[in-house]
């Protein structure tokens, strides 16, 4: 059993947080210099072979985040709600599964919610300054009061997870319970888990305490276990622990190979500044030219041709058609 | 040589350039009407949304910009504007089309105008040949805005998730977004080149505040729609010409 986490001191002096804005990694549309030294990196480990499904994590999600999801429908599926949503930040998708090797049913119960990668695609994405954050823990967090509810965040996001609220049209994800994890407590999740499926430490204890899961899980005959930290987005900080690591997609669609996407990379990048520079060359173009050529006016003879014309005496002839450039003068 | 002969007209068809409107007012110097007051109404509706969108664009397209965002409230209010500013523009430029269009189809002159486009840059305007209402330049800024604007809307309501979220997948919007960026940029240098050449072409402005134009800027630069205009005075403006 990973030691649990003790219960908060009740001294003032516990409730001071220990991480804030002085350590903030990358801030979304801004230039921050990284702070000289950076905090422990903390991860979250859903132990997918430990999970019973039992939902605990998902309302303990809406109690300490004082969220209340909307009475919705049986669709014949544990899936409640069916998707991520505004006020579920952290959602249970259940998969059946039929190993072909073994023939079994697995039942595949993966916690799905923010990955918090190293390196965020939501952050990349967002054109606000200040509407999302990324600690020097790890912790990726959506400050509500810069956010303006455009939605790019969902494009940047690899794994499919922010969600705009129609209410006050902010975007929404799991926020690793950073003000828990201020205050040296781990998630709400993590706390209400049953089954110590979720543990909560910093980046390497996980890692160390996944290794011992992932040879119990060998020496029961499950092969392919492994540790899913995707290194396309540098890493996160909730990490799985899966019985088929070589297949994640088996776990309601989780991305084999999760990476920022190329497109979101080249309009966040090349586009950005071949755009911003073809805009800038083009008026500069007008301002050459005119400096340089001249206004181009109408003479006095434009007039009397005009003139002449409508009076019907003696204006220019027209020119012949083209096609015929030899005969024009 | 076409006789000038105002009697002449009901044997002339109307050419496609010849806008309704368009007609020569004989004086010193002689004025041409080139625009309508309800399509001036309609450009200068089209380019104040032009504008407001490149703005409010502009904001959300590089963080060196987002300050833009002032001008419409903030970031929220800028989020939820532009997509509204983008319907406007929509409908206002649809109906420009049906009015410019036919005036802006390709002519033979085209394609000699073009090959001189350097000598009209260089000012050697004389070596130009006789073009209608709208030279070859003016009807690529048409028909570049024509077609941008529809990639515009197109791409904009993927990307508009308030109303049109549920429609098209995330890696659709991904591309919806970078293609409305690409396209922002091309109709943002098609708009530079519109007004510079308003500016630089000394006498243009006035054919869209006033609706008119002097008949030398008419003999100048749109020669071939001065003389259609001379042989068919406009009947539905005043009495004949005489």
């Given at each position: 059993m990973f030691p649990p986490i003790p219960n908060p001191s009740l001294?003032?002096?516990?409730?001071?947080?220990?991480?804030?804005?002085?350590?903030?990694?990358r801030r979304s549309a801004s230039e921050v210099t990284p702070p000289a030294q950076r905090l422990t990196e903390v991860a979250k480990l859903i132990d997918v072979s430990k999970c019973?499904?039992?939902k605990a994590c998902q309302a303990a999600c809406l109690e300490w985040n004082n969220l209340t999801e909307e009475i919705g429908f049986?669709?014949?599926?544990?899936?409640?709600?069916m998707d991520l949503t505004p006020n579920t930040f952290t959602l249970m998708r259940f998969t059946e599964w039929e190993n072909p090797e073994t023939e079994n049913l697995e039942w595949l119960i993966r916690k799905d919610g923010?990955?918090?990668?190293?390196?965020p695609g939501c952050l990349k994405a967002c054109p606000s300054p200040g509407a999302i954050v990324q600690y020097s823990n790890g912790i990726v967090d959506f400050q509500h009061e810069n956010c303006i509810g455009c939605g790019y965040c969902i494009k940047g996001c690899p794994f499919n997870i922010p969600r705009i609220s129609k209410v006050d049209h902010t975007a929404y994800k799991c926020t690793l319970c950073s003000d828990r994890v201020a205050v040296g407590q781990g998630p709400a999740c993590q706390k209400a888990c049953p089954t110590q499926a979720i543990v909560f430490g910093t980046k390497d204890e996980m890692k160390g305490w996944a290794e011992g899961r992932i040879k119990d899980l060998k020496s029961r005959?499950?092969?392919?276990?492994?540790?899913?930290?995707?290194?396309?987005?540098?890493?996160?900080h909730v990490m799985y622990v899966l019985q088929h690591a070589d297949q994640p997609s088996l776990y309601a669609g989780l991305p084999d190979n999760p990476r920022i996407s190329p497109i979101v990379e080249t309009w966040k990048g090349v586009t950005k500044y071949v755009g911003l520079a073809v805009m800038g060359f083009a008026a500069a173009a007008g301002f050459l030219h005119y400096v340089v050529a001249g206004p181009n006016k109408v003479a006095p003879e434009d007039e009397e041709n005009a003139e002449k014309l409508v009076d019907g005496t003696g204006a220019p002839p027209p020119a012949p058609p083209a096609g015929q450039p030899e005969g024009r003068v | 040589m076409v006789a000038i002969d105002p009697h002449a007209r009901a044997a002339v068809p109307v050419p496609d350039d010849v806008e309704p409107g368009d007609a020569v007012r004989p004086g010193h110097p002689v004025q041409v009407k080139r625009y309508t007051v309800g399509a001036r109404i309609n450009h200068w509706i089209t380019a104040i949304s032009l504008v407001l969108l490149a703005l409010s664009g502009m904001a959300l397209f590089t963080p060196k910009l987002f300050f833009l965002t002032g001008l419409f409230g903030g970031g929220q209010w800028t989020r939820a504007i532009h997509p509204w500013i983008g319907v406007v523009l929509f409908v206002s430029f649809a109906i420009l089309f049906i009015r410019f269009w036919r005036a802006n189809l390709p002519a033979r002159e085209d394609v000699d105008w073009v090959a001189h486009s350097a000598d009209l840059l260089a000012g050697r305007e004389e070596k130009m040949p006789e073009v209608g209402k709208y030279n070859a330049g003016q009807k690529g800024v048409f028909w570049a805005m024509s077609g941008l604007i529809i990639v515009l809307i197109g791409s904009g309501i993927v990307m508009w998730d308030q109303y049109f979220y549920d429609l098209t997948t995330i890696p659709q919007k991904r591309w919806a977004i970078l293609v409305h960026a690409v396209a922002a940029v091309c109709i943002i240098c098609v708009w530079i080149i519109h007004v510079y050449a308003a500016i630089w072409v000394k006498g243009t402005i006035g054919a869209m505040t006033r609706g008119e134009v002097t008949g030398g800027w008419a003999w100048r630069h749109h020669r071939k729609w001065l003389r259609e205009l001379v042989r068919k005075p406009d009947p539905g403006a005043r009495g004949p010409a005489e």
């Open positions: 001294a003032p002096e516990a409730a001071k947080p220990t991480f804030g804005e002085k350590d903030i990694l019973i499904g039992c049986n669709h014949g599926v544990y899936d409640n709600p923010c990955m918090h990668c190293e390196d005959g499950y092969e392919n276990a492994g540790l899913y930290d995707p290194p396309g987005v540098g890493g996160t | -």
